[in-house]
């Protein structure tokens, strides 16, 4: 189950992402590190085909979503950006 902030519940009802798209993100983007033990998760293109060539899904209507978890595990927002180089906050 997961778990989300008032604040990513209305960012995710915004961007119109479902919360099975941050599953998906989850579990086949890309973890990156974040300022203040964040996890931030990015769904690009090759992670899109990478997801269809292992397990025959298309999750190609959700290229280019993040996904901002606490250290807990909590969902603190959800985001469409070009790269995950535009998400200020992780550690390079």
């Known amino acids: 189950m997961i778990t989300l902030t008032q604040h990513a519940k209305v960012r995710q009802a915004q961007r119109g992402v479902s919360t099975d798209a941050v599953k998906m993100v989850q579990v086949y983007g890309q973890r990156h590190r974040g300022l203040g033990g964040k996890i931030i998760f990015f769904l690009g293109h090759r992670d899109v085909r990478e997801a269809k ?3 025959g899904i298309d999750i190609s209507m959700h290229v280019n979503t993040a996904v901002v978890e606490s250290p807990d595990g909590v969902v603190l ?3 469409k950006v070009d790269s995950p180089k535009k998400i200020t906050g992780i550690k390079r």
């Open 77 to 79: 927002t959800v985001l």
């Open 53 to 55: 060539e292992l397990d």
